[in-house]
């Protein structure tokens, strides 16, 4: 498989030369594609797992975000895993408990 340019949730590649704006989506899932987990920066082994040490810290890494840094990786698609979509049910359970 080639590393392409796509999104972070059902792989549809981001045909375009730019890299995403904070609204746009994914034409296939709606999924926003500005999101840490798209980003070259992007790395869970490191603080806030983010390589980019200018970069502010971002809590939710699916959900679109302001960072200045932020450049679309070039990477072959890889589905999210169980680990990732069980946490991603858990913080979507608090944010609705607490608002």
Same mark, same amino acid.
């Given at each position: 498989?080639?590393?392409?340019?796509?999104?972070?949730?059902?792989?549809?590649?981001?045909?375009?030369?730019?890299?995403?704006?904070?609204?746009?989506? &994914?034409?296939?899932? !709606?999924?926003?594609?500005k999101?840490?987990?798209? &980003?070259?920066?992007?790395?869970?082994?490191?603080?806030?797992?983010?390589?980019?040490?200018?970069?502010?810290?971002?809590?939710?890494?699916?959900?679109?975000?302001?960072?200045?840094?932020?450049?679309?990786?070039?990477?072959?698609?890889?589905?999210?895993?169980?680990? !990732?979509d069980?946490?991603?049910?858990?913080k979507?359970?608090?944010?609705?408990?607490?608002?």
């Amino acid at each position: 498989m080639a590393a392409t340019k796509h999104c972070w949730k059902c792989g549809t590649e981001w045909s375009f030369a730019r890299s995403p704006g904070r609204t746009e989506t &994914c034409v296939k899932c !709606q999924a926003d594609l500005k999101v840490c987990l798209n &980003c070259t920066s992007y790395d869970r082994t490191v603080a806030y797992q983010c390589r980019d040490r200018r970069a502010e810290e971002v809590a939710d890494k699916t959900a679109a975000n302001y960072c200045e840094y932020f450049e679309i990786a070039r990477r072959e698609f890889a589905p999210v895993t169980e680990g !990732q979509d069980r946490e991603a049910k858990a913080k979507a359970a608090l944010k609705k408990l607490l608002g």
